[in-house]
């Protein structure tokens, strides 16, 4: 489904990533993980198109077809999606109205006409809950004056109206009480299925006792230094991260 | 025929009532000049009586006196008040003969706003095979309101059939010698709406003009007046589209409310007047003076969404003369391109318990300016007088400006005024976390902005609501790269 090569991307004149290599398979979960500054929400925003960052070589495929003349919202469209480690607010813009916006966008780019309130209706109460959201918290204005845990299952609530593909989620756990974040990953746990993947970008591996990734790939300076099965993960608890990072040097 | 509740409804769906523009009628047109005599001349034209030529030639001796104003802060080449025709009844001679003639852009935006084909051409002055009425199509609602004892007509026809009511109020909240504008137009209006409510009496339909600017090189001057008698409500809507034209037009309107005890008024404008092509040329100047009145108990509401004029100079405004009155506020000013817009309000608090809100939104993108200027004045004997104020800019882009202006006077000691200014801008981030739910950036900007101007948009009556926001996202697109 996504195959990343040789990927090298600078945002003002500085690099950030060095060669990153990843390859993600429909009905895959990956981790990714690794310490603070080391590219993973940049190795996210590229994938998603940000402009900010300049891709400098290598090349990004998603279903066989190189990104690197899309826009971020074809990328949407075509099934990316990203939930951000900080999602930025929009006063006055209710979630509800946000999502009705994003979803009739994605069909508009499909030919397809607006989906039909009713439809519309059924598909927010199903997914609402499904992640334990209560409706009121729906019309309130977009990540304004939302907790970090409000926003973080707000992005989930996203992911699950809009049925993406390709899901990467950045840190989706920092910030969740544990009631949450066991309720955020029973709803990514529901969307996993044979045809869809999961990034999941975490620096505890807290999160991956609920949602069982395939791969672990550990990101140090731009670069995936290490890849394993979910073993890596309890070894990364057990050991940090500075083992990698003398391995990475020598 | 009495309307019912249904086939209102239908009517006003369809677009011909959104759009009821001025049809072109063959028309003479005045020569460039102003003095005397083209003061008489348009009184004659017009048939009025004597009393209102000698009031026009009262205002225009005033306002040989006066000289423009200049504390605004917006910048523009002074109209040459020679050059200007002040009378041109309606022209019917088609401009064009097909739409091919006519400016593509301009069709696109009607395209977008959902304007008919048909509606594209009597708007552009393409030859169409219909004859409109000329005044407004709300004259097909006169007989449903005449039952109720509603005037609603033109200002003109207004001083012939019921000149004791105009003679009345006329001037009674504007006077003749209040600004340059407004002296000016007092001297040479040409048309507008007077609308007349009954004691006690809700007018059961929302009153609806719409006004254009007919011919190029024409000033218009407009004079609205609205009366509410005791304990009566009226909502009164005012909107305009943009005719493409290549040099500057001056458009003085004056508007004057008159809420008795305990009536009220929602007046609501949509503003979009060619604003000037995207490297600042031709435009709109747009320098109204709208002032209401209030009695015990009564309330005036302000509401206006101005996206359009190279120039706007407008404060609606709130005499709160009657205790317990109310006066409110919401303005949406957008600036793009090279706009220049001073607006705000004035309240004027003299009654007791009187209370008044405004909450003005600007948007400034381009390179264009947008200040908001408000006073808020409470008299000595307006005891336990309230106010809140909420100014909010939103920016695009580093070339903009937005510029907040609030002056205070408080001469009661228990007056409580409260103020609160915001300025934030449209963040890329913003954007890209909308782009990456599949949000183009146009489309974003148009949900971000509208986001912003809720409150005020609430305000506006729904179908008036649906045409601001597309009006916002069309005056917006490509304002940010
Ligand atoms: N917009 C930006 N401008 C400049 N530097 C940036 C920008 N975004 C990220 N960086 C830098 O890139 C490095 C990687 O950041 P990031 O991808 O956010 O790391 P992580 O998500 O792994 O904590 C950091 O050194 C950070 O300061
Ligand atoms: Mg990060």
Redesign the interface.
Known sequence: MLKIKNLHASVEGKKILKGVNLEVNAGEVHAIMGPNGSGKSTLASVI?????FEVTQGSIEFEGEDLDET???E???KGV??S?QY???????SVT??MK???N??RK?KGLEDMPAKEMLKLIREKSEMLDIDRKFLSR??NEGFSGGEKKRNEIF?MAM?EPKLSILDETDSGLDIDALRIVANGVNKLRSADKATILITHYQRLLEYIIPDFVHVIHDGKIVKSGGKELALELEEKGYDWLKQEATV | MAYTEEELKKELETKEYEYGFYTDIESDTFPPGLNEEVVIAISKKKEEPEWMTLWRLEAFKYWKEMKEPEWANVHYEKPDFQAISYYSAPNSKPKYDSLDDVDPELLDTFKRLGISVDEQKKLTGVAVDIVMDSVSVATSFKKTLGEKGIIFCSISEAIREHPELVKKYIGSVVPKRDNFYAALNSAVFSDGSFCYIPKGVRCPMELSTYFRINQAGTGQFERTLVIAEEGSYVSYLEGCTAPSRDENQLHAAVVELIALDDAEIKYSTVQNWFPGNKEGKGGVYNFVTKRGICEKNAKISWTQVETGSAVTWKYPSCILKGDNSIGEFYSIAVTNNFQQADTGTKMVHLGKNTRSTIISKGISAGKSQNSYRGLVQINSRADNARNFSQCDSLLMGNECGAHTFPYIEAKNPTAMIEHEATTSKI????I??????????E?AIA??V??????VLNKLPMEFAVEAQKLLEISLEGSVG
């Open positions: 998603a198109g940000k402009e900010e826009s971020p919202e990328r949407a469209h999606f990203l951000f999602p930025v607010e929009i006063p006055g813009v109205n946000f916006t994003a979803i966008e994605s780019a204005s977009l996203q809009l | 963040g890329e981030d913003q890209f976390y909308c782009n990456q739910r599949g949000i183009d950036t489309k949900l971000i509208n986001g912003f101007s809720k409150e």
